[in-house]
């Protein structure tokens, strides 16, 4: 929490004075009414004598009371490979990484363990690295041993995701390099909380027992996160991974904002932890990594120093509430947490602030934070962020070229009224709603666990919606663009959709949907075994899922033209290839389809996520990457036409496709007006002309007759 400075300002009192004989809310017209937030009253750095004792430090920060596990790595610079890995492991069982030298136990670990009261200590490295006299240490305080360290770092990193399998599956995996410990740890906090395990590779080849298991992973992962640049994961190594997305710069901090970006949506705002990103230092980012990921929180590296461009993006989409150092002032200096945690606070209730209809715009030049209740900001730009504490608040004609936070409490309510954001996230809020009137932004990310309805109402129009939590989406009249309904590990939440629902509805969490009374859904994909609720009145016209999953139907509402009573019995994953409820098992069915690059590498292939479905996911790719081809297998002998409207005209492709042989497409045929030569189109043009997805009309057809037809919706980059 904030502690804002209260002072008597004659100026006020009598300003106040005025409004109560005038009878009229006061207009802010000036500066010298802003207030500046002190420092958040939590520990703003945690720095020990040495890295054993910063270590210990953050144990006691994250863990004051006391854990079964904990994760005991060695801490020499030479040996921190082995426990690059452990932070997923470490945030499934809620425990802290401690470190230790390689010839006896810690001092510092050793009062740790006791003070925790662990019953089970997870080694990261062999007796090679932690030798006899540790283990015979850890035996004679009664501990549960467990030795996670391989052969090479390659195998732990194998061991480490196989415990975390056998504990709770998971759908995503991490690559990173072997050979520098930077990338790895930079990711290591936001893969934790996601539950995303950590897996290492040689630059230029995937080790062979890497390749096997990821084999043995085929049709469970829908995505591989690369971590690092072409020089450190080679494109030979990127093409050979199931539905390969790249988080890569120039440097290790370039790569670290290229992480940010990546898990943009999945940050839980309000706390930012920074390290020291050279390698003599990054152990205290292994060290925090269980930490940072508790909340949720990434790790911004710094060598000393943070670019404008990490500061610009810290500002505009983390909402740095607390920053927290890891390490001394040498490694991490107090003026760059003082520099990401500067705020201008709003804290007077019932006022206005803002010039009048017509008049300027005022600008907002750092973060701003509004903590007074019913307070109305309006027509003025922000160049930042705003976080919206206060209750009863409104933004009014608003442009805010980062982010709004509205996190007005459990019961609270705010509206935005005519606002133009980057992103808005809702973090809190009550039944009685977060009000978004003809608002627009890239996206909405609504989170917490308050069960918060957002009614989006008017010319409302926002391109993505990601839902993380118990919450209700009320789109009267509104367009809430593709919604991602997901969850986080270990929770499935309860989401409500209320009204009509135009785009694409993805269901990838094992929680349940609910649909309002009369909610009309007009395509929904669903990706996990989650309970779909239909309320006499409502329908979804389309419903798809993967071959690897039932989802559980419910209601007396109707789904793909049919009653939910009468459905037929579900097909193991529900008609393969995404056909959701055939009425004829034996039609033709799209069973893979790829997008490829002129050389064939793969964007896209459906293989990698479990089987063909009607949404494919490019957000996190690079908008420079081009798509020349698309590849498509049936499952009969059928001919499919793709269909696609560019810039007010239809541009279609039909062709014939045999059982068991796969079809090329060529996009420059199908989109000829947009190819930028004859290696096909990017990305970030596709964007440019479609905006943030594009729609492909598939029909299927056999003997002159179509058998099926429905839209594939290609999801671009943000």
């Known amino acids: ?217 085929q049709g469970k992962l829908k995505r591989t996160l690369v971590i690092g640049g072409s020089g450190v994961v080679g494109d030979s190594v990127f093409r050979a991974l199931p539905s390969a997305q790249r988080a890569g710069g120039t440097d290790r901090y370039q790569t670290n904002l290229e992480i940010l970006k990546l898990f943009a949506n999945d940050i839980e705002p309000g706390i930012i932890y920074l390290a020291n990103g050279e390698n003599s230092h990054l152990v205290d980012s292994l060290a925090g990594a269980p930490l940072a990921a508790l909340t949720g929180s990434p790790i911004v590296l710094t060598n000393g120093k943070l670019s404008a461009e990490v500061v610009n993006y810290v500002k505009k989409n983390l909402l740095p509430k607390e920053v927290i150092a890891l390490g001394g002032e040498k490694l991490v200096p107090d003026s760059l947490r003082k520099e990401l945690s500067a705020w201008t606070v709003y804290a007077e209730a019932n006022w206005v602030k803002g010039p009048g209809i017509g008049g300027q715009q005022e600008i907002i030049g750092q973060n701003l934070r509004i903590t007074g209740n019913n307070f109305t900001l309006q027509n003025s730009q922000a160049l930042y962020s705003i976080y919206v504490q206060g209750n009863n ?30 992103r808005i996230v809702v973090m809190s809020g009550g039944s009685n709603s977060i009000r978004l009137e003809n608002t627009t932004a890239d996206t909405l990310v609504v989170t917490g666990d308050q069960g918060t309805r957002v009614v989006a109402q008017g010319q409302t129009r926002i391109n993505d919606t990601v839902v993380t939590s118990y919450a209700i989406l009320d789109a009267q009249g509104a367009q809430l663009g593709t919604v991602l309904i997901t969850g986080k590990p270990g929770k499935a939440p309860l989401v409500e959709l209320r009204g009509n629902f135009l785009d694409l509805v993805i269901v990838d969490t094992e929680g349940e949907v609910r649909l309002g009374d009369n909610t009309k859904v007009s395509n929904m994909e669903i990706n996990t075994g989650a309970n779909i609720v239909v309320p006499a009145g409502a329908s979804i016209a389309k419903a798809t899922w993967n071959q690897s999953v039932t989802p559980k139907f419910s209601g007396e509402g109707t789904v793909n033209d049919a009653k939910i009573s009468d459905l037929p019995a579900l097909p193991g994953g529900g008609g393969g290839g995404g056909g959701g409820l055939p009425t004829d098992p034996n039609s033709p069915k799209i069973t893979r389809l790829r997008l490829c690059n002129l050389s064939g590498g793969e964007l896209y292939d459906s293989q990698d996520v479990g089987g063909f479905a009607k949404s494919i996911d490019l957000t996190s790719r690079n908008p420079t990457e081009k798509i020349k081809y698309i590849y498509v297998s049936v499952s009969t002998d059928c001919t499919i036409k793709l269909t696609v409207e560019a810039l007010g005209e239809k541009k279609e492709e039909e062709k014939p496709i045999s059982t068991g ?9 199908i989109l000829g007006d947009l190819q930028e030569g004859n290696d096909g189109v990017s990305l970030q043009k596709l964007k440019q002309v479609f905006g943030p997805n594009i729609k492909v009309h598939a029909e299927i057809s056999q003997n002159g007759e179509i058998k099926d037809e429905y839209d594939i919706t290609i999801r671009l980059p943000k």
């Not at 009224?417 to 980057?422: D, I, L, P, S, T």
């Open 1 to 217: 929490m904030f502690r804002i400075k209260s002072k008597l300002i004659i100026g006020l009192t009598i300003m106040a004075l005025l409004v109560s004989l005038l009878g009229a809310a006061p207009v802010w017209a000036s500066s010298q009414w802003l207030l500046t937030g002190e420092e958040s009253s939590s520990p703003e750095r945690l720095a020990g004598a040495d890295r054993y004792d910063t270590a210990a430090k953050i144990a006691q920060a994250g863990w004051p009371g006391t854990s079964d596990y904990a994760v005991l790595a060695a801490g020499m610079n030479a040996n921190l490979v082995d426990a690059l890995t452990a932070a997923p492991l470490a945030k499934l069982k809620n425990a802290p990484i401690l470190l230790t030298s390689g010839d006896y136990l810690s001092p510092e670990a050793e009062k740790e363990l006791q003070r925790l009261q662990v019953k089970t200590v997870y080694l990261t490295s062999g007796s090679q690295v932690l030798k006899p006299a540790v283990t015979a240490k850890l035996k004679t305080m009664g501990l549960d041993i467990k030795v996670l360290g391989g052969k090479d770092r390659f195998e732990t990193a194998l061991n480490i995701a196989r415990e975390i399998e056998a504990n709770r599956p998971f759908r995503e995996v991490l690559i990173a390099t072997a050979w520098s410990n930077a990338d790895a740890l930079s990711a290591a906090s936001l893969a934790a909380a996601k539950g995303i395990p950590i897996l290492l590779t040689n630059p230029d080849k995937i080790p062979n027992e890497v390749g096997v298991y990821l084999q043995g992973l």
């Open 393 to 422: 608040c409104t933004l009014n004609n608003v442009t805010v070229d980062g982010t709004v936070f509205v996190d007005p409490g459990e019961s609270g309510e705010a509206t935005l009224k005519n606002v133009k954001a980057g």
């Open 661 to 669: 042989a796969e079809t090329v497409f060529d996009i420059d045929v």
